[in-house]
């Protein structure tokens, strides 16, 4: 579970463009760990154009 304001700090979210740029993740790892009840995550969008934010910290412990 994310700690109480986590969402909110900087630096602490990502999105799946994002990750696939720093972790060489895919957006199918992403929604497989999300399935999975590992990562948490928020559906948001950008001049209409949809994407799936997760947690940093959830990340990079599904990866390593």
Request: glycine share 10%; with cysteine; hydrophobic share 35%.
């Amino acid at each position: 579970m994310a700690e109480y304001g986590e969402w909110n700090r900087e630096g602490a979210s990502l999105s799946d463009v994002t990750a696939k740029k720093e972790y060489g993740v895919d957006r199918e790892f992403i929604i497989r760990g999300i399935n999975a009840g590992k990562l948490e995550f928020c559906e948001e969008s950008i001049y209409g154009n949809p994407y799936i934010k997760v947690l940093r910290r959830q990340l990079e412990e599904c990866i390593g």
